[in-house]
T-cell receptor
Framework: EPEVTQTPSHQVTQMGQEVILRCVPISNHLYFYWYRQILGQKVEFLVS????????KSEIFDDQFSVERPDGSNFTLKIRSTKLEDSAMYFC?????????FGAGTRLSVL | GQQLNQSPQSMFIQEGEDVSMNCTSS?????WLWYKQDPGEGPVLLIALYKAGELTSNGRLTAQFGITRKDSFLNISASIPSDVGIYFC?????????????FGSGTQLTVLP
């Protein structure tokens, strides 16, 4: 299974601070996604990214969130002003045809 | 949005027993996927199903894509301790160029020695 690398593995931040979560893509994959999993709950879709632009986003993905591939390599998720309820595991996924492969996730803790 | 109902929520079984879990939806999905998640890790794909009625095996795992395209089940035969984890079903509906997954709420599997 192709490996998706996410950094950092754990991010601790103060409420109101900006955080950037990073994902190292697989070069020949075209579709990128971010998902969120609040502790003990199911995985929820945030946003999909194709051809360097957002394809779809969920209602969770509000104006505090943004995604980009700044240098054509890393795929990032930025949360502008974190809230306590943003504490969760954030998973990056890449798709090859119909299969999405997930990274190990970044655990975000907002204090 | 689309919702997946996954059951059971948790299972405690003896090593060597078979396990079955399922997902249902009020909406049609074009693809059903089953993932396993270990603590602190991301979901790992177990089986992908693409056609209604399809039955697919991967070692001790067997999954089926329901005829109505609104349900799927996963069976694990002869369970072993490393089967412990959370199992998620996920449905996929192509939508333009995006193929977001809708996840079930998960089945927590515990295998007792």
């Amino acid at each position: 299974e192709p490996e998706v690398t996410q950094t950092p593995s754990h991010q601790v931040t103060q409420m109101g601070q900006e955080v950037i979560l990073r994902c190292v893509p697989i070069s020949n994959h075209l579709y990128f996604y971010w998902y969120r999993q609040i502790l003990g709950q199911k995985v929820e879709f945030l946003v999909s990214f194709y051809n360097n632009e957002i394809s779809e986003k969920s209602e969770i993905f509000d104006d505090q969130f943004s995604v980009e591939r700044p240098d054509g390599s890393n795929f990032t998720l930025k949360i502008r002003s974190t809230k306590l309820e943003d504490s969760a595991m954030y998973f990056c996924a890449h798709a090859d045809a119909n299969i999405q492969y997930f990274g190990a996730g970044t655990r975000l803790s907002v204090l | 949005g689309q919702q997946l109902n996954q059951s059971p929520q948790s299972m405690f079984i003896q090593e060597g027993e078979d396990v079955s879990m399922n997902c249902t939806s009020s909406s049609i999905f074009n693809t059903w996927l089953w993932y396993k998640q270990d603590p602190g890790e991301g979901p790992v794909l177990l089986i992908a199903l693409y056609k209604a009625g399809e039955l697919t095996s991967n070692g001790r795992l067997t999954a089926q894509f329901g005829i109505t395209r609104k349900d799927s089940f996963l069976n694990i035969s002869a369970s072993i301790p490393s089967d412990v984890g959370i199992y998620f079903c996920a449905g996929q509906v192509p939508s333009g160029s995006a193929r977001q997954l809708t996840f079930g709420s998960g089945t927590q599997l515990t295998v007792l020695p």
